[in-house]
């Protein structure tokens, strides 16, 4: 897997953040920009060149799949060498395998259509809103998720409100879990969040392991190891 780490995507430097917003310029395709994270060699990303070979697979791996588990599938998915330790391509990845699972436990979409907007959507979600904004891009990709196959727009009154307790509830269990950030931990949480909150509220029941064991652990240097739920007892 040549893409695990979390350290840059050029260099393999480790990552630095900022506070400030930095004048930065892509080293993959020399756009200007505006970002928070460089390398300590000076590299810097953009979240669209980090990700687009990451939501490509995610897209056509959720296309051509009959899993019910989104747990089970999103591991799958994560073993591929396009989807980093962290990044932004986990927020597709959540309301992808969501979607799919959905389809495949009986719920009534149009996966191409969905995926689709699903895809739109998630795109415009950048890296880092975990820490920069306060809310986990896995939370809103889950909520995306919903909005989608709840038809929901900002004028919906049920729909709006149920979105918002996903949401909600996804990000009060990130936060019990705490920090760092880590996006296989808040992938795994939102989406078993969004499993139980559908099968409570909507009565489609996908499937999910009884206990989610993580195996990503030697590509983030954060780990939280023992205090992470999903650490390897």
């Excluded at 060149?49 to 897209?59: E, K, Q, T, W």
């Excluded at 992938?187 to 499993?195: H, K, M, N, V």
Aim: aromatic share 6%; hydrophobic share 35%; net charge negative.
């Amino acid at each position: 897997m040549t893409m695990l780490h979390s350290n840059c995507a050029i260099c393999g430097l480790p990552l630095v953040y900022s506070n400030d917003s930095l004048d930065v310029i892509c080293a993959i395709c020399g756009k200007p920009d505006s970002g928070h994270c460089v390398c300590e060699g000076g590299h810097y990303v953009c979240d669209e060149c980090h990700r687009r070979a990451g939501v490509d697979l995610i897209v056509d791996r959720c296309l051509h799949s009959d899993c019910a588990n989104p747990i089970e599938f999103a591991c799958e998915i994560m073993g591929a060498d396009a989807i980093y330790a962290n990044g932004p391509e986990h927020h597709s990845l959540v309301g992808a395998v969501l979607l799919c699972a959905y389809k495949n436990s009986g719920g009534e979409i149009e996966l191409v259509e969905a995926l689709d907007e699903l895809r739109h959507r998630s795109m415009q979600i950048p890296g880092g809103t975990c820490g920069y904004w306060g809310c986990c891009g896995a939370a809103i990709s889950a909520g995306q998720f919903h909005s989608i196959i709840t038809d929901a727009t900002p004028l919906s009154e049920d729909a709006w409100a149920s979105g918002a307790r996903l949401t909600s509830r996804i990000l009060g269990r990130h936060a019990d879990i705490g920090g760092p950030r880590c996006c296989k931990r808040t992938a795994f949480t939102a989406i078993l969040e969004a499993a139980d909150f559908i099968s409570e509220t909507m009565g489609i029941s996908m499937e999910t392991p009884e206990k989610v064991t993580c195996t990503f652990m030697s590509g983030n240097a954060q780990c939280k190891r023992h205090s992470c739920p999903y650490f390897p007892a």
